[in-house]
């Protein structure tokens, strides 16, 4: 019995000896010590960093996974950065090239699709509320009308009320499953569903009545978020004209005269000027945006 208890014991210190040197060779490999504590912070916010990046593709409508995204996104980068490189543009103008399809592009997608998603999502909503309030009134059980809209409501409601149907049936209560769809979809009107879905679980109440005064507020949303978008279409045109006059000067000019602007990517200075040029038309533009769009 002691000779096994020894032979164990020195296993494991042989395992300990073994996997501290691991260890040690792994933070000479990084360059500098880290402390428990700082090594466990960091791995917190790459977890964070990939959660945050998970959700945004889900809220997207993408069944990716954040690895395949950044392989997704290196790929555009070093694609810009070789488009840049044969076109003879210099090894900044490829970096900034390949920043610009590296980082931006892939992202600009991604908000794209997630607010393209979220509109269709709003269009659908007060429907499927008006759905669920008249299926209460004929006498069904919420969950029943819930199945009613998953089954006949359009993309992306279809998929959500299905989520909220699978995280029930699994025992989650359905004011909490209806809570959690404003996770999915972050957008004050699923925050409102799944309020005065949780508080007449918890509390009771006429919910057909407190239903249809969602389906009204969230009608009365709808047309502010449209009136809004039609007083502001002038400043938005002439927004997007004054920032689309620059490139297209420079396209005139290129066909008309092309060694006369092609100084601006052969020569050091011209590409300088360049880089200079399109960093204050892009914060110009960020700052025209965000004057022109409004939020309530």
């Known amino acids: 019995m002691l000779i096994a208890l020894q032979v164990c014991a020195s296993r494991l210190r042989r395992r300990s000896t073994a996997l501290v040197g691991r260890c040690g060779r792994w933070r000479w490999a990084r360059g500098s010590p880290e402390s428990p504590a700082a090594s466990r912070a960091a ?16 809220q997207a409508g993408l ?9 997704v996104s290196a790929i555009f980068g070093v694609f810009g950065f070789a488009l840049a490189m044969f076109a003879g543009g210099g090894p900044l103008a490829a970096i900034g090239l390949a920043f610009a399809f590296g980082f931006g592009l892939p992202r600009w997608i991604l908000s794209f699709l997630k607010k393209r998603r979220e509109k269709a999502f709003l269009k659908a909503l007060p429907d499927a509320v008006d759905v669920i309030v008249r299926g209460i009134k004929a006498g069904l059980p919420l969950f029943e009308s819930l199945k009613v809209v998953a089954a006949d ?3 992306p409601l279809r998929s959500e009320f299905s989520a909220i149907i699978e995280t029930q049936a699994i025992g989650m209560p359905l004011g909490e499953a209806c809570s959690r769809l404003y996770e999915r979809m972050p957008v004050p009107e699923a925050n409102f569903f799944g309020i005065v879905i949780a508080i007449q679980q918890k509390s009771g109440g006429n919910l057909s009545e407190a239903l249809g005064n969602l389906s009204k507020v969230l009608r009365d949303r709808k047309k502010m978020a ?14 997007g004209i004054i920032g689309a006059l620059p490139p297209i000067v420079m396209l005139l000019v290129y066909l008309t005269t092309p060694a006369y602007i092609s100084l ?5 200075t011209g590409q300088l000027m360049l880089v200079g040029c399109i960093v204050w038309m892009s914060m110009g533009i960020l700052v025209m945006k965000k004057m022109i769009n409004f939020d309530f």
Do not use: C, G, N, V
């Not at 007083?231 to 002439?238: D, F, L, R, T």
């Open 43 to 58: 791995y917190s916010a790459q977890l964070a960093s990939e959660s945050s990046l998970a959700a945004r593709l889900a």
């Open 63 to 71: 069944d990716w996974q954040p690895r395949k995204f950044m392989i």
């Open 153 to 155: 409501s359009p993309e």
């Open 226 to 239: 449209e009136k809004i978008q039609a007083m502001s279409m002038e400043a938005k045109a002439s927004a």
């Open 264 to 268: 601006l990517w052969t020569h050091p």
